[in-house]
């Protein structure tokens, strides 16, 4: 998880502080534009950096004394250190849910194509939210194709687009 160096607050606007992450985001080596692609990864560190994303779900479902729901799990928000250290980042949508309670009416928010269906549907969010959103994320490291992807004439989610292969490959 990024950890918060400081922040700041003056003239109505804030300014948090955390440690650089010197190989971006995830985003950046799955981006299918060369100019703004950061380079390959190898199975091992896509393998390295599943693992550690999976981790830190489960430290903030069942770590803690109330389970934290992220809502915004994305590649774009998954920050690689040097080492290709997976640190999850940006905080700004997630609440607490109490573990006893077994869902909770929220607002809908987060990324298009990483929202759970369930929550666009019923508004109710729990930590399987996260997870729904993870695959997707896991989808797009196996794959390469883009949770959405706008550009290509099928226009399909990466969920639709890997059921549609695996009904064509039967």
Partial sequence: LLALKGWCYERGEAVLVYEFMARGS???YLCRDPGRRK???DSLQRRKILCGVAAALEYLHFGLDECIVHRDVKAA????TEEY???LADFGLSRLIPHNVAAVTMTVVGTAGYIAPEVVYTGRSTEKADVYSFGVVLL???TGRRAVEPSTSDGLHIVEWVKMMKRSSK
């Fill in 39 to 41: 380079g390959r990864l």
């Fill in 77 to 80: 928000n998954v920050l690689l």
């Fill in 85 to 87: 250290e997976p640190v």
């Fill in 26 to 28: 995830l985003e950046a």
């Fill in 140 to 142: 797009e490291v196996i």
